[in-house]
């Protein structure tokens, strides 16, 4: 029993045992839209659960049976009764449910489903396998399949700031899920499904990138580091990352080889698919 | 001759009447063994899995039976982790909540509280308990497998657990196969309370004069009856492709053939998933709401609005089984209709939930063990309600699918809700049952040890969830981001001992009120409905005579009866005016 009390520390409990978490540091430029949705959730239901336990904790104390209060014989099953207990259904309906619906609508059509088009939108192809990521660069030409596709190094991803980021994301082997909680980001990747997602970040920095779904015994280690750079960076990362022409090492040897699940996956990459 | 002997008129042998019985009520007990039995179960691999996420990768302490894992060293290895909580949800939902509920209450009060003999099939009924027995030692035996039991998630999505999808050994293909054989016992069952609930209800037993309490039984059981099969038929599908190959939800690189669809898997699940929740949560409700009625000494407020109400948020919990799936990638505009439908619920929902309120209201509320269970689960609920939202909300589940948050969510509705009401209705007609009252100052610490530390590990479970810990990830502290909630994570689990600790004060509180020679009055709670017409022990049969209803369930405080505040059902109001 000893060891439990060891193992407590006290300062935990000082600073933090007992009060709300923040959500982490938001550096996209559509987060704040899921922010302000919990946001809002939180107030609206922290009043309503608040007037609830100041009723029940007003019942409680008014009508309790140690205090003489003789029970009133209705059945509260009159027009009048059923018409308020509905009014306020409807009442809960309307103040939270339809303005959050309204919200995450209006933040769907604006930001999340509305994919970004035109020259300077990055495309990265991501597929995870057991238990780590690849990425895929389309290069130079700006084509996904070619000789020029740039993989680097597996967990790795690099993106520029400031500018739209178009993922397709595809799975080798089990269901995962692609979690940035920096970006508020969360999307499945499930086999023999190309699944498009994007965003945008506002600030430079490496943040965690995450698997959500559970994949198997080493889901906890399937972590990958997302490093937003300056374009100048990002230029320079992936030229270090370019396949070089007279270098036979390149990812090249991997498509021969087809006996071999353990690496990187045979069939990469996939051609782009058009997202409507 | 031997076998005539078995069959015919020898009813007193031991076996016949208290192991192969075919009386509702006996049956029910059976089904409260089990259940408690696993709840204990379930609730030890809780304490392992808050263990490992407060000390990662350290040594278990020999109070948590750190002995199992010697052969790892004394840690929990991530395969270890990965069994626990897929076998914690399994055996939670379908071994420990379901028995205790709708095995127990469902098969003890059924009969008695509509005024019949017993079930309509009651061999079919004991038949659904010795296939819930197989069931469980099926599933108990894929524990003595070399690579354990299945480790998939209580979901059990495929492909990962398809054989392909890298988890060795057979425990997932045994954990298809028990559920499998548990949804047949279910679906035995639903069929048996339904029938009985149609059919055998005495004369004047309308169905809203039926207590609310079986309103929540019979929906669940319609619920049972209509997406167990659905569910049957998924996980057979995915037996067929653990066992002889097929290819029902492989895709890509994992498929020879034309690719099947892991989607498809999910779907089925979750049109089965869904409700399941509901059916979990029904018997609450009703029980919930004729609990505060008796102890309020006040008739339910409006009683066939919250019936009607529970009935409507039966038919919507078929059609919301989407917004478990927001992020897998399915249509965008199934997304948003799923969100409407899901959102509807909270109208119904809040109405009855009003509607407990209300019989609070004006009423003469008595603190009795089982009327702190009931005003608990109203705390509990309220909040397991409201933070749904989140999760219905399309875009903020975004952040939050597959975090803590979810798991702290649909614990306070299906954990903390199903088992204070568990609780309350075990308290409240402990006394009907075995004839003896629980000791009820025993059991006010049990309310408020269990109530405080729920309540502090599950709204801190939605905090780190909050913050963005995902789950079912076996050492958090690999993440940057979540460091910071290694404090967080540790107090999580002492409160989760805490809880543990009030629950084996619960099982001291029934093995020493069972050996107490005080036994309990007849009617102990002065309550309307007919099981307590009947004095312990009820006999096989329940009642002599037909009972004859001729009021509602919740006949309490009239004013026209002098010196008595409640007026049984089976009672005629006449004969009270007149003497």
């Known amino acids: ?276 | 001759m031997g076998e005539n002997k078995m069959m015919g008129s020898n009813n007193n042998t031991i076996i016949s009447k208290y192991i192969f019985s075919t009386d509702h009520k006996v049956i029910a007990k059976q089904f409260m063994a089990l259940g408690t039995f696993f709840l204990f179960f379930g609730g030890a691999m809780a304490m392992l899995i808050r263990w490992q996420l407060a000390y990662p990768e350290q040594k278990v302490p020999w109070w948590l039976l750190g002995f199992i894992f010697e052969s790892d060293g004394g840690i929990i290895t991530p395969d270890m982790y990965n069994q626990l909580f897929t076998m914690h949800g399994t055996i939670m939902i379908f071994w420990a909540i379901t028995p205790l509920l709708i095995g127990t209450f469902g098969n003890f009060l059924i009969p008695l509280q509509i005024g019949t003999h017993d079930m309509a099939f009651p061999k079919l009924n004991m038949f659904s308990f010795w296939t819930m027995f197989l069931a469980s030692l099926v599933l108990l035996s894929s524990y003595i497998l070399p690579n354990g039991a299945a480790s998939g998630g209580w979901t059990s999505y495929p492909p990962l657990s398809s054989p392909s999808g890298g988890i060795p050994g057979l425990g997932q293909t045994i954990w298809t196969l028990a559920l499998i054989i548990m949804g047949v016992s279910t679906m035995m069952g639903a069929i048996n309370y339904i029938v009985t609930v149609v059919r055998l209800r005495t004369p004047g037993m309308d169905y809203f004069k039926m207590p609310l309490s079986i309103w929540g039984l019979f929906l669940a059981s319609i619920l049972n009856a209509v997406f167990v099969p659905v569910i049957a038929a998924g996980l057979i599908l995915l037996l067929l492709d653990q066992t002889i190959g097929t290819e029902f939800f492989l895709a890509g690189r994992l498929a020879s053939g034309d690719p099947g669809d892991p989607l498809l898997f999910q779907h089925v699940f979750w049109i089965f998933g869904h409700p399941e929740v509901y059916i979990l949560i029904l018997p609450v409700w009703g029980i919930v709401s004729d609990l505060l009625s008796v102890f309020s000494r006040k008739p339910a407020y409006g009683y066939k609005v919250t019936a009607i109400a529970m009935s409507t948020v039966v038919a919507l919990s078929s059609l919301v089984w989407g917004h478990h799936m927001y992020t897998t990638g399915m249509s965008p505009l199934l997304g948003k209709s799923f969100m409407f439908l899901t959102l509807l619920i909270s109208i119904p929902s809040s109405m009855f939930f009003l509607n407990w309120l209300g019989t609070l209201w004006r009423g003469s509320i008595h603190f009795n063990t089982p009327m702190l269970f009931s005003i608990g689960v109203i705390w509990v609920f309220g909040l397991g309600g409201l933070t749904g939202l989140y999760n219905a909300t399309v875009t903020a589940d975004i952040y939050l699918h597959d975090t803590m948050f979810v798991v702290g969510h649909f614990h306070y509705t299906l954990a903390a809700s199903v088992m204070l009401g568990s609780f309350a209705a075990i308290y409240y007609w402990f006394p009907c049952m075995f004839g003896k009252k629980l000791d009820s100052r025993l059991g006010k610490i049990h309310f408020w040890g269990s109530f405080i530390s729920l309540n502090y590990v599950f709204f801190n479970m939605m905090a780190v969830g909050y913050a963005g810990q995902h789950r079912r990830i076996y050492n958090p502290s690999e993440y940057s981001f979540l460091k910071h909630l290694s404090g967080m994570n540790e107090w999580i689990t002492i409160f989760a001992f805490l809880l543990g600790i009030f629950q084996a004060l619960f099982l001291f509180n029934i093995v020493w009120s069972l050996a107490k020679k005080e036994k309990s009055e007849k009617n102990p709670w002065h309550a309307t409905t007919l099981e307590w017409t009947v004095g312990y022990p009820i006999p096989h049969g329940n009642f002599i005579h037909e009972p004859i209803v001729f009021n509602g369930p919740h006949e309490y405080s009239r004013p026209d009866i002098p010196n008595r505040d409640w007026l049984g059902q089976n009672e005629d109001k006449d004969d009270f005016i007149r003497d």
Request: glycine letters at 6%.
């Open chain 1, 1 to 276: 029993m000893n060891t439990i009390f060891n193992r407590i520390k006290l300062r935990h409990l000082l600073y933090q045992g007992i009060w709300f978490q923040d959500l982490p540091k938001d550096v996209s430029v559509d987060g704040y839209r899921i922010d302000n949705v919990i946001s809002y959730t939180d107030l609206v239901i922290s009043i309503y659960f608040g007037i609830v336990v100041a009723l029940l904790v007003y019942f409680i104390f008014q009508y309790r049976s140690s205090r003489g209060h003789k029970a009133e014989y209705d059945h509260g099953d009159k027009r009048k009764n059923v018409m308020v207990t509905a009014g306020l259904g409807f009442l809960v309906f309307f103040s939270v449910d339809a303005v959050i619906e309204t919200m995450a609508f209006k933040d769907l059509r604006e930001a999340f489903w509305n994919f970004p088009k035109g020259e300077n939108v990055v495309r990265v192809e991501v597929m995870p396998q057991q238990f780590a990521w690849n990425f895929c660069y389309p290069g130079p030409d700006n084509e996904f399949g070619t000789e020029d596709d740039i993989i680097p190094t597996q967990n790795q991803m690099h993106v520029p700031v400031n500018t739209p980021i178009v993922i397709q994301l595809a799975s080798w082997d089990v269901i995962h899920s692609f979690y940035l909680p920096n970006f508020r980001v969360k999307q499945d990747a499930v086999p023999g499904m190309i699944t498009p997602l994007w965003f945008q970040a506002k600030e430079t920095g490496v943040y965690d990138i995450a698997c959500a779904e559970l994949c198997g015994n080493s889901h906890y280690k399937m972590k990958g580091y997302l490093t937003v750079e300056s374009e100048e960076d990002y230029q320079k990362w992936l030229n270090e990352n370019s396949p070089q022409e007279t270098d036979s090492d390149g990812w090249d040897d991997w498509e021969d080889d087809d006996s071999d699940d353990s690496g990187i996956p045979e069939n990469w990459s996939w051609a782009w698919e058009k997202i409507k």
